[in-house]
């Protein structure tokens, strides 16, 4: 037997590949394997003999089997360590830079509202693309029956049959925050929320997915005044001129009241844009004081809070700004004109950094 364990343990050793340390198992250990032949022959010994060959046959079993199984580990060892060496990386040489993708506009002019109402003390909120109705219509006082609800083109998610709760839409704007943002930090309160607001509308000027910035700020004694200044101050700091003229137009939402659409008073002389000069006006967003309705759906007491919201179209003052033609083709994904509209990825806009180039 130590004949036999001898020349296994060799065979083992020597065995360089899975291949071959399985024909040494089936040699061994197999059917007709000499420790199987060698098994069978302890039924014909004598009880005496029996005692002492089988507990050595089975411990020969024993030994040639775990040298099997650590040969085959210390292959796959070999293995894995030949593939580390010849697939070896320094991945602290220096990165080639292939300048390919750029900062997308609607994002660089996403980090420049945020700057500039961070300026003024405002912290940006979130909340999910996927909405309940409850936040994107009902707490926003726009009741199931309201034409508000068909006018906005809403996108729905489907239920399963005989669920017969109310569908989740994908937001329509980013007023939800506003409702979001108050009942988790309750007033006083001044947040920007801006993101990605969905509506079943495409053409020219219309894509199913655009972005906004919603504005909250709510306090005892906040007024229209308080609206409009913080409105000019972003609008000249925005278009980096000194001066602007805003038109505020009564309007109506239902979540303000009172309500106001605001237009920049711009030219579009030679075909250019300038802002803050000429005889046109440009319209740029909602706004109004927050319906007190609002405020209680939030769980604010109206009797004590009062504030302004505001909703801007970040992709409309994105084309403004950078003198971007066409709104679809924001989305195309085209490289060509990323790299003709976009912004270096180190060129993080601030206030003190300028915001643009
Ligand atoms: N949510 C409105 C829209 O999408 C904009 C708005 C926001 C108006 C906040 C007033 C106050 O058109």
């Known amino acids: 037997m130590d004949d036999i364990k ?3 343990l060799a065979l083992i050793a020597a065995a360089a590949d899975e291949a071959a340390i399985e024909e040494v198992r089936i040699a061994a250990m197999g059917k007709q394997g000499e420790v199987a032949l060698r098994m069978r022959e302890l039924g014909r010994m004598s009880p005496e ?3 002492t060959a089988g507990p050595a046959l089975n411990a020969l079993k024993d030994e040639i089997t775990s040298a099997l199984a650590a040969r085959k580990a210390a292959l796959g060892d070999a293995a894995l360590e030949e593939r580390l060496r010849a697939e070896w990386l320094d991945v602290t040489l220096p990165g080639r830079p292939r300048r390919q993708g750029t900062i997308h506009p609607i994002s660089q002019v996403t980090e420049e509202v945020t700057a500039i109402f961070a300026d003024m003390g405002f912290r940006v909120a979130e909340g999910p693309q996927v909405e309940s ?3 994107n219509f009902d707490a926003l006082n726009i009741p199931g ?3 508000a609800r068909a006018e906005m083109d809403t996108f729905y998610t489907h239920r399963a049959p005989g669920d017969n709760r109310p569908p ?3 937001r329509t704007h980013t007023s939800p925050v506003q409702i979001r943002a108050l009942q988790a930090q309750g007033a006083p309160i001044r947040v920007i929320a801006p993101g990605r607001v969905y509506r079943a509308d495409y ?3 219309h894509t199913p997915m655009f972005h906004q910035v919603e504005g909250l700020a709510i306090d005892r004694d906040i007024s229209m005044a308080n609206l409009k200044w913080c409105l000019e101050e972003f609008v000249k700091a925005y278009f980096e001129v000194d001066h602007v003229d805003l038109r505020f137009r009564a309007s109506h939402f239902p979540f303000t009241e009172p309500s106001a659409e605001v237009d920049i008073r711009c030219s579009w ?3 250019t844009l300038k802002v803050g000069e000429g005889d046109d006006w440009l319209e740029v967003l909602g706004s109004g004081m927050v319906h007190p309705k609002v405020l209680q759906a939030a769980g604010v007491d109206p009797a004590q809070w009062q504030g302004f919201a ?7 003052i994105a084309m403004l700004k950078y003198g971007i033609p066409d709104l679809r083709a924001f989305f195309d994904s085209d490289l060509r004109w990323l790299r003709h509209y976009g912004f270096a990825s180190l060129d993080v806009p601030t206030l003190h950094g300028g915001l643009s180039r």
């Open 168 to 170: 989740h839409v994908l």
């Open 133 to 135: 109705d409850w936040f």
């Open 6 to 8: 001898a020349r296994y």
């Open 49 to 51: 003999e029996r005692q």
């Open 145 to 147: 029956h309201h034409p």
């Open 269 to 271: 002389e030679g075909g």
């Open 310 to 316: 505001f909703g801007l179209g970040i992709d409309r």
């Open 203 to 205: 053409d020219q000027t």
